[in-house]
């Protein structure tokens, strides 16, 4: 599995709705957590290794409605 961290900014209002959006309709989620400065949110993602990071993102995540704007980091490495 690869994973990647995906911040978003919400449209003004709709940070909680992006949110239950995300947890509801995506099963590669694994947390969404508020964030304060320039994004909302920051979104955890665990996807195949085989899938493709930028598809996911661009046809999965941005679609949701409210999500105004996305900037990915993808994970090489956690250590414990």
Do not use: W
């Not at 590669?28 to 996911?56: C, M, N, T, W």
């Amino acid at each position: 599995m690869q994973k990647i961290f995906v911040f978003m900014k919400c449209d003004l209002g709709h940070a909680y709705d992006v949110a239950a959006a995300l947890v509801d309709g995506l099963e590669e989620v694994s947390e969404v957590d508020s964030i304060s400065g320039q994004y909302d949110l920051l979104a955890k993602f665990y996807l195949p290794k085989d899938h493709d990071i930028g598809r996911f993102v661009t046809e999965k995540v941005q679609t949701i409605k409210g999500i105004k704007d996305t900037f990915t980091l993808v994970a090489f490495n956690a250590f414990t």
